[in-house]
């Protein structure tokens, strides 16, 4: 492609398979409270609206309210035990490496707009040898609100310098769908994150099965932008 065009990513459930150790950040935390763990396939159905929400999902099954200083506290437990097993089964989804490498090469200027804290996905895309194919990182604590809100998807944007008009959004959930259709952005869904409501009824403009089919979705659908 001879233009410059941008494209956004969600990270956990698009980018990164981090259940496994979202799971078990959570159940660290849960044991810690004495109650019982949450399963693996239940917490792919909690992620995505950041680590308190996760912690309070986690609380909430168990049956128990908390006061909000429980839950902080719970939160530091949770991230402190998080940052230090970050990585421990955590992977790219299969065939990211080679798509990132196909839009860099296509031209595509790259940014993750993600509900996880700052600190922690510049960590992950450290550790898994991701982040130099992003211009930017925006996590939920360094954008003026978080998705689904429009201002995190802008704040992204403006990260990039990305011109709206040549920008899609990738992301797995309600939540990425959402928050890019608020900021006026197409949006490509992938079918194996973390959504609970199945992905084609999310209302994005095109959904992937495979992240090897992605670079030809956004193309297609910058195709079609062009020609409209």
Do not use: W
């Not at 490498?101 to 996905?121: F, Y």
């Not at 900021?183 to 095109?206: I, K, N, Q, R």
């Amino acid at each position: 492609m001879n233009d410059p065009f941008y494209v956004l990513f969600d990270l956990d459930g698009t980018l990164v398979d981090s259940a496994l150790d979202l799971t078990g950040a959570l159940n660290h935390t849960l044991s810690s409270l004495d109650l019982p763990e949450v399963a693996e396939d239940s917490v792919r159905d909690m992620v995505g609206f950041g680590a308190r929400r996760l912690i309070e999902q986690g609380v909430e099954a168990a049956g128990v309210d908390l006061n909000d200083d429980e839950i902080e506290a719970a939160l530091q437990t949770f991230l402190d035990y998080y940052a230090e097993h970050i990585v421990d089964r955590t992977r790219p989804f299969p065939g990211t490496r080679k798509a990132l490498e196909t839009l860099r090469r296509e031209g595509a200027v790259m940014a993750v707009c993600t509900n996880k804290p700052q600190a922690l996905s510049e960590a992950v895309l450290q550790r898994l040898k991701l982040r130099h194919f992003f211009g930017a990182i925006v996590g939920a604590d360094k954008a003026p609100e978080r998705k689904p809100h429009k201002a995190h998807a802008e704040a992204t944007m403006a990260a990039i310098k990305a011109n709206p008009d040549q920008c899609i959004f990738v992301g797995d959930s309600a939540t990425d769908v959402e928050g890019a259709h608020n900021a006026g952005l197409p949006v490509v869904a992938v079918s194996f994150g973390y959504s609970t409501t199945p992905v084609a009824e999310l209302g994005a403009d095109d959904v992937v099965d495979n992240m090897m089919d992605l670079p030809g979705a956004i193309f297609d659908l910058i195709d079609g932008a062009t020609d409209s």
